[in-house]
């Protein structure tokens, strides 16, 4: 779907605090020049980005929505190596939450300790590469993406698929993730905010869409939601998971996903106010 002027809502953003290009601040001059008038940041792992957006939201009359996308695993679930992550965002989080702090504390430490593996790796199959040469590229976080123009910097590669690709065959070694997703679920509810599946058509199942089966076991854990509108579900899996949400009672959201590298897709996805007002009041029955 191309942008619209009706498209004023976008739940999922990313700055440099991730694996975005922008600051939170440049990132909202260019939410508000797209006409977006609600938005939230969901950096990877932690929510500092939506913490320091907050002056900037302010003062361009812009509703920020605190939120967070956390690195998950699914145990029991049949994903190809390099895949393993499964991606759990979180909606009108408490930013003073001390659970939120523990949270990110131990993600952000575990997202170390995988890229140190991974850039071990490399570097044992003959491409040298640090921590601190991948914090140079962006030294609030350390993604995979700082890793690939790392090694673009590094000369190992020219151009970003060469690059990708060399940092792929360390990351497909890697373990999955600390956090299970059922405890993320419960994490994010317990730092007051709703919990919502991210682009679910990336979480491969054997070259098919997410079954229900699968599905219930996540609403079991306490699900709140899906996002339905992302650019990585066609309009084959939209059906199928505004099906789903029908059936199990499951919130829908979406968003773009910007991260500021590539063209922009800001606005780009028809998130509804009533989506945004089911999942504040769906967050308020979590806070203390």
Known sequence: MGMTSMNTIDLHLHTNFSDGKFTPEELLQKAAAAGLVTVAITDHDNANGSRQARPAAARLGLELVPGIELTTSWPGLELPPGELDVDLLGYFID???PALG???RAATADIYRRMDDCLGFLTATGC???REDMLQVNPNFPSLTAAILAVQAKGYAAEWVPGHQL???GWRQVRPAALHIGQAIAAIHAAGGAAVLAHPAAVA???SLLPEAALAELVAMGLDGLEVYHHRNDER???QFLAQARQFGL????GSDEHGWWKSRLATQPVTAEMLEALRIRAGKYRV
């Open 95 to 97: 930013l003073e939450s």
């Open 251 to 254: 919130l829908v959201s979406g």
């Open 167 to 169: 940092v792929m065959t």
């Open 102 to 104: 523990e949270l990110e």
């Open 128 to 130: 040298p590469l640090t």
């Open 237 to 239: 899996a939209r059906q």
């Open 205 to 207: 199942w054997k070259d």
